[in-house]
């Protein structure tokens, strides 16, 4: 039988709000996206993206916020380091569309054949900042031609009406700041790479050192010489003076009283293209304005949610009533428990182990933490292992209580079990709140921490097929609009880039 706690008080004193601030701080290199301008920002880029999908409240994401805003740095001008903050009521849309099942979620979006439709995979390397620098990097798709001294009069022939860049340089590997500056100038500037030892195009120009670009205009064999740092911003200002650089993505197309949000969309796109230093007017005065807004949203950011641990009398705030209270199931039958969490094919479960004084704060507290943090992923339609409370009167309690040693019935007790693989963990935290707890699921969600061996004497045997077995077998949401490559590692690289430094990278 399974009834609902509505432990009213407990709930209602916890008032779980979804923090609505982001990781991210307006300063961070990380592009911040939403619903609105994911589109926009990411899908119709011409660029190669990463994009986290990440809730502010989620461990794993607080963690990798620092390798992220150091990716993001490394990568400014060559690909975008985004982020979506998916506990945001407005994301929510977005977040359910890419399937994003658990936090943080890192996905790779480039430009696909098709314009607009890009090609969507997930990353599933290391989660820091070289890592994620160097996958990203070999994303970027080559429009640069490798060109030898046998092939290169055709090629001039083949472009004689447009200007054209090449530039001259030691290695084979064609570096990402090059491919970049090449998607910049598509169709605008056919862009080559000549080695060294092709001795007769470097004689031909009179190339000394290396790397060196060189600019041909249209029907010119007279090449202009950049003597620039080789970085991206540099190099595209170069080329500048024969083409303006294709835009990143589409402009906003902001609505006429909609006046702060276009200040908006320009400067997130200026964090981009100041580097590939495209959109030098918009940024400008976008920079003007940008002061004023923030002061704005600064005083409309939610306040932080109330610590769970915090009793009523002693909170200065009143205490905000929800108008539906989370709660998880309770089962008080042993046969229905064991259908549903402690035979041998149940995947994930976990118990809140009550004690006799189910009011007791700690009991209330906990099943709280957990309504809340289930409601998370609810709210996402994301599919988040069961939360099921344990009365005492189960009489399978006890024996969870006895073999997996918990302690005594005078508590509650938060065990995960998982009868199919026959393991168990404990929470080992003494107190109950959202965060602790949250930490612990994360944990388990990413099958980090110790697992213990589950007694087989607690699982029963089953013949059917049991319900919970078909909720966590669950298809992932499709995508219509977006092909997506299941890569479960990262492709090889076709000609791998040694590791090196930005500045050296020619
Ligand atoms: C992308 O590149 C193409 C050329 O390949 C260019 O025509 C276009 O303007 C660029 N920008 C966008 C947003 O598509």
Redesign the pocket.
């Known amino acids: 039988m399974v009834r609902s706690t509505a432990i009213a008080a407990a709930v209602a004193a916890l008032a779980l709000q979804a923090d609505a601030a982001g990781l991210y701080p307006k300063s961070s290199k990380v592009l911040q996206v939403t619903t609105a301008d994911y589109d926009r920002l990411i899908a ?3 660029y190669t993206s990463i994009v986290e999908f990440y809730a502010p409240w989620c461990g794993h994401c607080k963690n990798l916020q620092p390798a992220y805003e150091k990716a993001a740095k490394s990568l400014e001008g060559i690909a975008k380091v985004a982020a979506v903050n998916c506990d945001d009521e407005l994301n929510k849309p977005l977040c359910s569309k890419m399937g994003v099942q658990g936090f943080p979620t890192l996905k790779i979006v480039r ?1 696909g054949k098709k ?1 607009g439709k890009p090609t969507v995979e997930d990353y599933n390397g290391p989660r820091e900042a070289k890592g994620i620098v160097e996958i990203v990097k070999d994303k970027v798709p080559n429009n640069v031609k490798r060109m030898t001294d046998a092939k290169l009069d055709e090629w001039l022939e083949e472009n004689k009406d447009s200007a054209k860049a090449i530039l001259f340089s030691e290695k084979g590997a064609i570096s990402a700041t090059l491919r970049t500056l090449a ?1 910049d100038f ?3 500037v056919p862009i080559a790479q000549i080695k060294k030892t092709e001795s007769g195009a470097v004689d031909k120009y009179g190339i000394t050192k290396f790397p060196a670009l060189v600019l041909l205009k249209a029907r010119s064999d007279e090449p202009l010489k950049y003597d620039g740092p080789m970085e991206k911003a540099g190099m595209v200002d170069f080329l500048s003076q024969v083409a303006a650089p ?5 402009p906003a197309k902001a609505k006429k009283d909609d006046k702060k949000k276009e200040k908006k969309d320009a400067k997130k796109e200026s964090k981009f293209s100041k580097a590939s230093a495209s959109h030098k007017s918009s940024e400008a005065s976008s920079a003007a304005t940008s002061a004023a807004d923030e002061t704005l949203e600064e005083a409309n950011k939610p306040t932080e949610s109330p610590d769970a641990n915090i009793k009523d009398e002693d909170s200065p705030e009143p205490v905000v009533i929800p108008e539906a209270k989370p709660t998880i199931p309770v089962i008080a039958e042993a046969s229905e428990l064991q259908a549903s969490c402690l035979n041998e094919k149940s995947k994930t479960c976990i118990l809140a182990i009550l004690p006799k004084d189910e009011s007791a704060e700690a009991a209330t507290t906990a099943l709280a933490s957990l309504a809340s943090i289930h409601k998370k992923y609810d709210d996402l339609k994301s599919n988040l292992f069961p939360f099921i409370g344990v009365p005492a009167s189960n009489p399978v309690a006890a024996s969870l209580l006895k073999e997996l040693s918990l302690g005594g019935d005078d508590q509650v007790h938060l065990v995960a079990t998982n009868g199919k693989r026959s393991w168990y963990k404990k929470y080992s935290g003494s107190t109950y709140g959202p965060t602790e707890v949250e930490s612990w699921v994360d944990a388990i969600r990413m099958g980090d921490g110790k697992k213990e061996k589950l007694p087989g004497s607690l699982l029963s045997v089953v013949e059917k097929e049991v319900p919970q077995e078909k909720a966590a077998e669950q298809e992932p949401i499709k995508i219509e609009v977006e092909e997506i490559v299941e890569t479960p590692e990262p492709a090889p690289v076709e000609e791998p880039e040694p590791a090196v430094p930005e500045h050296g990278e020619l």
Not at 246 to 250: A, K, L, T, Y
């Open positions: 119709k880029s011409n430009p314009a998607i598509a169709g605008l294709n835009p990143d993505c589409p």
